[in-house]
């Protein structure tokens, strides 16, 4: 089986470098742009089944997508969902490199009040990638739609590499990865695709968050 893993399209946030986490986030033009070219790469792939998380941002890429897979079953899950990074939440991304400096902490190790846990957020985005693949492993493919965050880290982390590296990987909005699922192996086909973009790619790296 295998698994397209999509980050969802450009948002408002991402342009002005905002901490979203589990705010909703809103897309820009481009990024609604960005999401219909996915679902257009994808419409000749043989699935059934899309999941993504339930935050705006990711539902509202699914729905452009879909406009290309109109017979896809499409599942919304709080298990796909960014890391929730508490009172830095709607923050910009500079004020959050300042509270590092502050308490002395590297990215890969804070927790800000009220945020979850790395430990917490590693468990659960992997528990959901497991039971999606278990529960359609007789399937020839699965797409999930959800954040950077999480997409760095699974890639990253499948590919081998510590935590604080995987959270690094670059992740373009609306790239394409493609996993492969062999019983309880799973490797990395393709990472950050975005020859479906057609030079509509984000003109700015951004913050995953």
């Known amino acids: 089986m295998k698994i397209f893993l999509i980050r969802h399209g450009e948002t408002v946030d991402n342009v002005s470098g905002r901490i979203q986490g589990w705010s909703g986030g809103t897309l820009t033009s481009r990024g609604v742009m960005q999401a219909r070219l996915v679902g257009e790469y994808l419409k000749n792939i043989p699935c059934s089944y899309l999941y993504t998380s339930d935050l705006r941002r990711c539902t509202q890429t699914t729905e452009q997508m879909v406009r290309s897979l109109p017979n896809i079953i499409v599942q919304k899950t709080l298990l796909l969902r960014e890391r929730n990074w508490g009172i830095m939440q709607g923050k910009m991304y500079p004020d959050l490199v300042k509270l590092l400096q502050k308490h002395h902490q590297a990215y890969h190790v804070y927790t800000p009040s009220k945020a979850e846990p790395w430990e917490q ?3 659960r985005i992997f ?15 699965v ?57 509509i790619k984000s003109k700015r790296r951004t913050p995953y968050i």
């Open 121 to 123: 957020f590693l468990k």
């Open 143 to 199: 797409i999930i739609v959800t954040s950077g965050g999480v997409s760095s880290v699974l890639i990253g982390m499948l590919l081998g590499k510590k935590f604080k590296n995987a959270l690094a990987l670059k992740q373009t909005q609306a790239c394409i990865n493609i996993l492969n699922c062999a019983g309880r192996k799973i490797t990395v086909e393709k990472k950050n695709y975005t020859g479906h973009l057609l030079g």
């Open 127 to 141: 528990v959901c990638l497991k039971n999606i693949i278990k529960k359609h492993q007789k399937e020839s493919a």
